[in-house]
């Protein structure tokens, strides 16, 4: 249906609940005329007389009555549709579907979730962790989290944090087996690798090299596809591991990680916040991608400062 026929049947409906074309032009904020006009082109539409006019006197004819009787409720009904979807995207309520990573979701999603779902009890989070990057517009996705190095084509991308990735040991690894002092040194060290949750590989360890990221597949150790396990093989000293900083950042400042290669820690990867539009979101939708930033944005929790990457020894004399 047509929206100027929509209009018409919504004039004529107010017409003759007010007995006045001019009362429903009011109601409409239209003009009489726009709203006379609107009433000829639907009995135009459907053949029929809807109304009979007087300068002082409105009544339905017989086809108008049927017509009204026949129309009220199923507009009624459209009109509480319309009401309620406006209603929706104005409330903070609802579902709220999140799709991350799980290596970002439980450090540092997590928490802004959780904060919120209790600021706004009415939302119904539905988060999925998933490490592949799907057809978010055909999964009927709200918000989407992803590392990486650019946006997906068709969204719409916002950089919250970069994503350092810091080789680190832990104390009693480097007192048995030393300290790596270079890139190649990591040959002859036990090395963890992540197997990618989606694809199965095993990920090369990237390094800043002057301008350049240059990547380094290691002998593997260990693998596994969580970071948490990984992080707890770094942790026993059972390797040397490349972990993102939002991990490594409260070990290493804890004393239970040293960080090494400092000069080597690649930080061209960033967290991003994906979405579809920035026009026609929900409230809820809106209202979390702010919380989301603010949360998120520039936040040193989850990165390493240069003096606390820089070696132990030089961190003793700056205090």
């Given at each position: ?290 919380l989301a930033v603010e949360r998120l944005a520039g936040n040193d929790q989850f990165f390493l400062r240069p003096e606390e990457l820089a070696p132990a020894g030089a961190r003793r004399k700056r205090r």
């Amino acid at each position: 249906m047509a929206f100027n026929e929509l209009r018409a049947i919504s004039t004529f409906i107010q017409a003759a609940e007010l007995g006045s074309l001019r009362k429903a032009a009011a109601a409409q904020a239209i003009t009489p005329q726009a709203a006379s006009l609107a009433v000829a082109q639907l009995e135009s539409h459907l053949g029929v007389r809807l109304f009979h006019r007087t300068t002082r006197h409105l009544s339905l004819t017989e086809e108008g009555s049927q017509f009204l009787e026949t129309a009220q409720p199923g507009f009624s009904t459209l009109q509480r549709a319309l009401q309620g979807a406006r209603r929706g995207r104005e409330e903070i309520a609802g579902p709220l579907r999140i799709v991350a990573p799980r290596a970002t979701m439980l450090q540092m999603l997590w928490p802004v979730v959780e904060e919120f779902a209790r600021t706004h009890p009415r939302i119904e989070p539905d988060v999925q962790l998933d490490d592949r990057i799907g057809n978010w517009v055909d999964e009927r996705v709200d918000v989407g989290f992803r590392v990486g190095a650019a946006p997906q084509e068709g969204l719409i991308a916002r950089r919250l944090v970069d994503i350092q990735l810091v080789v680190c040991a832990s104390p009693a690894y480097l007192a048995q087996y030393g300290t790596p002092m270079s890139i190649d040194d990591l040959a002859h060290h036990r090395c963890s690798c992540f197997r990618h949750p989606a694809s199965g590989k095993l990920m090369p360890w990237e390094f800043k090299v002057g301008p350049d990221i240059v990547t380094r597949s290691m002998a593997p150790a260990l693998c596994t596809n969580d970071i948490d396990v990984e992080a707890r093989a770094v942790l026993a000293g059972q390797a040397v591991g490349q972990l993102m900083g939002a991990t490594a950042a409260p070990l290493v400042r804890s004393g239970q990680l040293v960080p090494l290669l400092p000069a080597h820690v690649a930080d061209h990867l960033g967290l991003y916040v994906y979405y579809g539009s920035r026009v026609a979101q929900p409230a809820r939708v809106r209202a979390f991608i702010d919380l989301a930033v603010e949360r998120l944005a520039g936040n040193d929790q989850f990165f390493l400062r240069p003096e606390e990457l820089a070696p132990a020894g030089a961190r003793r004399k700056r205090r």
